[in-house]
């Protein structure tokens, strides 16, 4: 099934930027399987190990103005959450998970993460 909503290409008109900054921050679960969709399309499926907590995956992707839905799951626990994107400018967005107990935190802004 071929998506023209979402693309890693730049922006055309009608469409941002939106930057995903990806990381598993549990001590102790030390692996994490995160599958993130963006409008019900797979756009991350990976195993993520914590290391020094300061291990981060990140996906650039171009999308269309407008309502978006984000949606995170941890594979193994179960562990899910989903955030409600009004595309209206490049966005960035912070996804981490991190246990006990297993918990995914999402979040979108419109200023670069920094992460230390």
Do not use: C, Y
């Amino acid at each position: 099934m071929k998506d023209t909503a979402i693309k890693s290409a730049q922006p055309q008109e009608g469409q941002h930027v939106v930057h995903l900054a990806i990381s598993n921050q549990s001590i102790a679960q030390a692996q994490a399987t995160l599958h993130v969709t963006i409008d019900g399309h797979a756009v991350f499926s990976r195993d993520l190990e914590t290391k020094t907590q300061h291990n981060w995956q990140e996906l650039t992707r171009s999308l269309r103005s407008g309502p978006h839905l984000v949606e995170v799951q941890e594979l193994s626990t179960g562990a899910a959450q989903r955030l409600h994107l009004d595309l209206t400018q490049e966005t960035w967005v912070i996804i981490m998970f991190s246990s006990p107990p297993p918990t995914l935190s999402i979040q979108a802004q419109q200023t670069p993460a920094n992460f230390l």
